[in-house]
């Protein structure tokens, strides 16, 4: 008969053991090597998708047709979260000579929860404007979704990207809604496209067809595409459009005796304050064409509320729940006197200050427990040379 | 043995003073020593940063030659500011030194150079016959991104770019050393008088009254506007190589950061309502410098007047302040004397373990190995007090600053361990380390203080993280170079009779990995924290940081596995070795991948480095593997697992 203690305790032991530390740790040094690599020729979007944010994958060495397969460091981080948690449980402090020990695993644990908490709940993008623009809103860098909007009415249906960007080649996905007059039908998405003349045999709208284009390894070049169909629902009359991330203007469709417009675009969030480029100041180090510095003198707006901040390198501003950092500026082939435009990418991250905190109990542990055994050593090698 | 020792100890002494004799018996120049002290302590304004002149001339040379001297064509060795000055004032001297580095025979061959050596140096003149080739291949070159370039293809780039700078520099004082024709025109005749050619420092001092002849004669219906465009581009001409030295800092008053060249100046001469006196004196003192006998009393004038004007024009804007103490630090060398007194000290050590009873030996261990170590403590607190920065900015600094750690540290556990093996670790790794950062500085051939990118241009993280980070750096590598020390001497059967040996030395490097882990942990959490506060995120995966992350998740792993029981003593020095592994991919390997964020650390002069150390600690490992299964090691475990087993018990 097992006593309960014991039913408690046995799995308690096995998910808290040393053996899933070593183990855990071993194959994370293993995922982070490999998708260091990995970087090199499919750029940092794809690898982190695939070895960093999954639970499993199939590493592929070189080109051959070898393939190992592994767990995904987002499976690691919560198994070695577990694994600290019922490892503490199991090995609950007796002597206060191990309290740095215990200090620097809790903040190994805040860490790691700071981690989840940002990749559940953190959303981020970027904000570009030129001075004197003002915006409300900011931009994913890599998703993309669909907005339906009636001609003259500034409001938008959203489709999420996540809904349609993971098609398999051939297939189609229908979307509805009870405001809608038609239902539009999303095909052939791709990754990375460009529109070009029909070739013979090729899907072609208007004597257009959407081109495949190989995924560039920097995110942020490949611009999306896709073919769509609207279908009134009352009169069955199809139409059929090419949707593209970057159109000059987006694909319009007339339904009954209404026009739509259909456009797909980086996915945005809306600020729940106006953010104004006042200026764009950038510097060079004298007689080069290195930037030495660049900054952004904005003006915030919410309400009645009229604030002015400088957001620099380094420096950037935290608005109620939101961050502001200074990230780029463009275009990088601007001539001397041309308007630039400067680039904030806008963060919102519950977790956002949790790595500091980490880092603070961390350093207190480690050196609590290490200064400790220093002493000991020397105390040790006194005595043996006495 | 005392008498090999006095032998050996005599040797070195007359070998010092040789060298010594040697730095300072400089053969006679053809420039005397005050007027190199003058043209050495000059300021530029070049790439976003003012430094010394002679600071600028070492690096052109080192881009040039590979090497900061060369022989001149009598086979007398020449300074970097003796080598600058022949080209400033004896151009068609200087072209005929052997100062351009080929370094590849299939670039001789593209280019038709002969040589016996797969590796040769040619003078400019040798080049010139090939100089067109040169060109339009550069000019093809230089559109095959930099990964997909052959090494041939990437050095003929290097040599057109040296050839131009070289041409820049040779023909600097064109301007200087021949007037201006003026065109024969009432104009002038009211400007210049009854000259028939000018200099250019009087064209500056008359720009005004070139600007107003110039709106008089084109509201005058075109009279005169001929001549006067005549003459504006014979001034264009005139200057047109003028432009490679930025000596001239703008006046006290102005607002303006860059400095200009003569050229610059000039054409800012006529846009200004008048050009400033003391920067126009400049102009006036190049020409006379151009124009006058070198070694004259008019040269020596010119140079000082030169010296003069330029450095109180400087100092007047604050831009000369860290100058002299760059200067210092340029001469004094103090790397170099390091890695010589480290080498020394790695005689004496080695001595030491010959006669490890005499006390003479015993007694100047210590001070040998300090004194290297307090130079380049100095040397990296001296480009601190110049750069205003913390110790750590480029991989250059990284290498001074990991050996300083790496050295202090070791000279810390001898002074708890007392066997000397800690004292002659410290010796090896500060001779290895400073002759890896003097031949990291060739290799790169830049200015080692360069200006700082954008997100780098903060005194706070720099400190905190890359300080922290790079200790941890430091101590992965020591801890490895103990174990390195431990399986050695379980090769050769060293110490077998003395198992206190071998736990020592386990010790040592458990506690160095320790060390690590504070370091290397809070390091990477700190560049975390830095990267949410510059980018907007904590982790990025970024090349750099998975290099990071990799050296703390393998220090975790061997002192977990330690603390398990997992392993046993050997299993920690196994771990140490390939912590060592770790720390070099971090440090360099994730520089060659040439993707990520951290770009400012790339380098491509390292792969063959990396590749013989990488073959070197294969072969470690593969040792260390057979002495764990063929060779009996004093497997005495430590007292290390005295704390596991209370923790084991705490379970």
């Not at chain 1, 259909?262 to 480029?277: D, G, H, M, S, T």
């Not at chain 1, 500091?356 to 000991?376: E, Q």
């Not at chain 2, 780098?456 to 980070?469: A, C, E, I, P, Q």
């Not at chain 2, 990025?540 to 002192?559: H, R, S």
Request: hydrophobic share 45%.
């Amino acid at each position: 008969m097992f006593s309960m203690s014991s039913i408690i305790r046995t799995p308690l032991r096995l998910a808290g053991s040393y053996w899933v530390t070593v183990i855990t740790l071993f194959f994370l040094l293993v995922l982070t090597f490999l998708g260091t690599l990995e970087q090199v020729e499919h750029g940092l979007f794809v690898t982190q998708q695939k070895y960093f944010n999954s639970l499993f994958l199939l590493h592929q060495f070189g080109d051959t047709p070898i393939v190992l397969p592994l767990p995904g460091v987002y499976l690691l981080l919560i198994v070695l979260g577990v694994n600290l948690l019922c490892g503490a449980l199991i090995r609950l402090p007796r002597a206060w000579s191990h309290a740095g020990v215990w200090i620097s695993h809790l903040g190994i644990l805040v860490l790691l929860a700071g981690g989840f908490v940002t990749y559940k709940s953190s959303v981020d993008g970027h904000l570009t404007f030129y001075e004197n623009e003002t915006s409300d809103e900011f931009l994913s860098y890599n998703d993309w979704e669909i907005a339906i909007s009636e001609v003259g009415d500034s409001k938008a249906r959203i489709i999420p990207g996540a809904s349609f960007s993971q098609l398999p080649p051939g297939k189609s996905t229908t979307f509805q809604a009870a405001d809608l007059p038609f239902t539009l039908t999303i095909s052939e998405f791709a990754p990375n496209a460009t529109p070009s003349p029909a070739k013979d045999g090729a899907r072609s709208v208007d004597g257009m067809m959407l081109k495949q284009l190989d995924r560039d390894p920097e995110q942020e070049r490949n611009v999306a595409g896709a073919y769509v169909t609207v279908r009134d629902t009352a009169s069955g009359a199809e139409h059929e459009g090419i949707l593209w991330g970057m159109a000059r203007a987006p694909f319009e469709a007339h339904v009954g005796d209404k026009a739509w417009t259909i456009a797909l675009q980086k996915r945005r969030w809306k600020l729940p304050f106006n953010v104004r480029l006042d200026k764009f100041t950038r510097e060079l180090y004298p007689g080069t064409n290195t930037p030495k510095a660049f900054s952004s003198d904005v003006t915030v707006t919410e309400g009645e509320t009229v604030q002015k901040y400088l957001i620099s390198m380094n420096k950037p501003l935290r608005y109620r729940e939101y961050t502001l950092f200074q990230a780029s500026w463009g275009p990088q082939n601007a001539r001397p006197n041309d308007p630039l435009y400067s680039s904030l990418a806008v963060v919102r991250n519950p977790a956002d200050q949790w790595p500091l905190y980490a880092c603070i109990i961390i350093t207190v542990g480690l050196l609590f427990h290490f200064g400790l055994r220093l002493n000991s050593y020397l105390r040790q090698q006194r005595e043996r040379r006495t | 043995m005392i008498g090999f020792t006095r032998y050996v100890a005599s040797w070195a002494l007359v070998f010092t003073l040789a060298l010594a004799i040697v730095d300072s018996a400089h053969s006679e120049s053809r420039w005397s020593k005050e007027t190199q002290r003058l043209f050495a302590s000059l300021a530029i304004q070049d790439a976003g940063r003012v430094k010394p002149l002679e600071t600028y001339a070492s690096v052109e040379l080192l881009q040039l030659n590979g090497r900061r001297s060369l022989k001149d064509t009598n086979g007398q060795s020449l300074s970097p500011m003796e080598w600058f000055l022949d080209c400033l004032f004896l151009p068609d001297e200087a072209k005929k030194y052997k100062s351009f580095l080929v370094e590849n025979p299939d670039v001789m061959a593209m280019l038709s150079l002969t040589s016996e050596k797969d590796r040769d140096r040619f003078s400019y003149n040798d080049l010139v016959p090939a100089r067109m080739t040169l060109f339009q291949l550069a000019s093809q070159y230089a559109s095959i991104p930099d990964k997909e370039r052959t090494t041939a293809q990437g050095q003929i780039l290097n040599l057109a770019h040296n050839v131009t700078d070289f041409e820049a520099l040779t023909g600097f004082l064109h301007f200087a050393q021949h007037p201006i024709p003026v065109p024969a025109s009432p104009i002038f005749a009211e400007i210049f008088g009854e000259k028939t050619d000018v200099r250019l420092s009087e064209i500056l001092t008359q720009s005004p009254a070139l600007q107003q002849a110039l709106v008089k004669a084109n509201s005058a219906g075109g009279t005169g506007t001929a001549e006067l465009r005549t003459f504006l581009t014979s001034i264009d001409a005139a200057i047109r190589d003028a432009d490679v030295l930025s000596i001239i800092p703008p006046a006290a008053a102005s607002e303006d950061k860059e400095w200009l060249s003569p050229a610059t100046f000039a054409e800012a001469a006529f846009t200004q309502q008048k050009p400033d006196a003391v920067q126009v004196s400049v102009v006036t003192a190049l020409e006379t410098l151009a124009t006058s006998k070198q070694g004259s009393a008019e040269f020596a004038g010119g140079a000082a007047e030169l010296h003069r004007t330029t450095v109180e024009l400087a100092k007047a804007r604050g831009e000369y302040r860290t100058i002299p103490l760059e200067l210092i630090y340029y001469k004094a060398d103090l790397f170099w004397y390091s890695l010589y007194l480290f080498v020394l000290s790695f005689v004496l050590v080695a001595i030491s373990w010959m006669v490890p009873k005499n006390k003479l030996v015993g007694a100047l261990l210590v001070p040998a190995v300090l004194i290297p170590t307090c130079l380049l403590v100095c040397g990296v607190a001296l480009r601190c007090i110049i750069r205003s920065r913390p110790p750590v900015t480029t991989l250059y600094e990284t290498i001074l600053f990991i050996t300083a750690v790496a050295v202090i540290v070791a000279l810390f556990m001898e002074y708890a361990d007392r066997r000397r093996v800690a004292l002659s670790l410290a010796s090896i790794l500060g001779t290895l380390g400073v002759f890896l950062a003097n031949k990291y500085e060739v290799i790169e051939r830049g200015d080692t203080m360069p200006s700082m990118v954008a997100v780098l241009d903060t005194n706070f993280w720099l400190s905190t993280h890359v300080t922290t980070v790079t200790m941890g750096y430091a101590a992965g590598l020591l801890a490895s170079a103990i174990a390195h020390v431990y399986v050695i001497s379980a090769a050769l059967g060293l110490k077998r009779k003395d198992p206190g040996y071998y736990q020592s030395l386990t010790r040592m490097t458990y506690g160095v990995m320790c060390f690590g882990l504070l370091f290397a942990t809070v390091g990477t959490v700190l560049g975390g924290i830095w990267a949410n506060n510059s980018w907007g995120r904590f982790w990025g995966w970024d090349p750099k940081e998975n290099g990071a992350l990799m050296i703390v998740l393998w220090l975790l792993i061997v002192l977990h596995a330690r603390i398990a029981g997992f392993i046993r003593d050997y299993g920690v020095i196994l771990g140490a070795i390939c912590c060592g592994m770790i720390v070099a991919f971090s440090w360099f390997g994730v520089n060659l991948l040439g993707v990520g964020l951290h770009s400012y650390g790339f380098t491509s002069g390292i792969a063959t480095a990396l590749k013989t150390f990488y073959a070197i600690e294969s072969a470690m490992l593969l040792v260390a593997a057979a002495i764990a299964i063929w060779r009996p090691i004093p497997l005495v475990d430590s007292n290390t697992t005295a704390h596991n087993k209370t923790a084991e018990s705490a379970g």
